[in-house]
């Protein structure tokens, strides 16, 4: 665009001409990955009031059979103006569990909102600058919705954030040793479920929340497509065990550590060996069931992961192609054109 524009007898430079872009918003708006800005091309800000606030909290010494190590993450998502909240369990704070426990917690709410509001957690929030990272930006955007990662203010907010830590609390010291991932959630589900209803500390609190959902956007019909691959050690059994369920391999791999991966919107999950190389593919088998899954097929190589674009979005497909000229457009074109060919040929004084 900006070599068309030269020809046409634009003198100025090109971070000029880009800067008259987004000020004057002539780029052709994507639902999937527009931001909203601010008149000086700076996001725009979020009042206090406004998105679903996500908090991550960690607790010690979650159960063997967890097989989590020696913590667990809980990561809660609030809305501002109502006392609903949800949360889901995590192993950790890296970037695929952790978009895993956002788009539960967001199904749990019923819906998303226009903008997210995360604390420092590594995996969203650059930890020197505090500016979002780009990776979980294209989360954000998969899900229509802009990242804050503004330090959290005080007021309301601070003493929701407490009670919610408070309560959680309780919810931990009420897990039992014997107790499985899956049943740990649906008590922590049951909990939040139970605390849905208005908050006494708003001024309006006469006024019943409004129903699961409401005044929230619809979220897409798959996860976001993160890779969660972790090393695990196959039994004597000759299975490998992920997420409560026991995966058989196809030959005699006793000892040997091996990867698992499993794509989010995929129902199947892959197995491969330390160095990399294909083993078998499994249909993926609900959390915790305790199901024993045979390999789907033969041998098979890991595919590479598709971008996370939607499939609907005319824009990010074409991605920079040319796009034709409007009727106006052209018109214009051609009055510059002979503006400047009337310019060259005439006399000079």
Not at 139 to 167: F, K
Not at 185 to 194: I, S, T
Request: glycine share 8%.
């Amino acid at each position: 665009m900006f070599n068309e524009v030269v020809e046409l007898g634009y003198p100025g430079g090109y971070s000029t001409f880009t800067r008259a872009l987004r000020k004057h918003r002539i780029r052709p708006v994507c639902k999937h990955c527009r931001r909203i800005p601010h008149e000086d091309g700076k996001p725009a800000s979020q009042s206090a009031g406004e998105g679903i606030r996500f908090n991550v909290m960690m607790f010690p010494d979650p159960p063997a059979q967890w097989d989590y190590g020696s913590r667990v993450y809980v990561l809660t998502a609030s809305l501002p103006d109502s006392s609903r909240w949800r949360a889901a369990v995590t192993e950790n704070q890296e970037f695929p569990e952790l978009v895993e426990a956002v788009d539960k917690t967001l199904r749990r709410l019923g819906g998303t909102s226009q903008c997210w509001r995360f604390d420092q957690v590594p995996s969203v929030c650059c930890p020197t600058t505090g500016r979002a990272a780009p990776e979980f930006s294209r989360v954000a955007d998969y899900y229509g919705a802009t990242l804050d990662c503004r330090p959290r203010q005080e007021g309301r907010e601070g003493v929701v954030r407490q009670d919610l830590q408070s309560v959680l609390r309780f919810w931990w010291r009420s897990v039992r040793d014997d107790v499985c991932v899956r049943a740990a959630q649906r008590g922590l589900d049951h909990l939040a479920e139970r605390m849905d209803g208005p908050d006494p500390r708003r001024p309006d609190a006469h006024r019943a929340d409004p129903p699961p959902g409401a005044g929230l956007r619809e979220l897409p019909a798959l996860p976001f497509p993160a890779r969660i691959c972790t090393v695990r050690s196959v039994t004597s059994q000759n299975v490998v065990i992920f997420r409560g369920n026991s995966y058989e391999l196809p030959v005699d791999l006793r000892g040997a550590l091996v990867e698992v991966c499993w794509r989010l919107d995929e129902p199947y999950l892959s197995i491969a060996t330390a160095g990399g190389a294909g083993i078998a593919r499994y249909t993926l088998a609900p959390p915790e069931a305790g199901l024993v899954v045979a390999p789907k097929g033969t041998d098979m190589a890991l595919e590479r992961p598709r971008p996370a674009v939607p499939q609907d979005s005319t824009l990010c497909r074409t991605g920079s192609a040319p796009r034709p000229l409007s009727p106006a457009a052209q018109a214009e074109a051609d009055d510059l054109r002979g503006r400047n060919l009337r310019a060259a040929t005439s006399p000079q004084d």
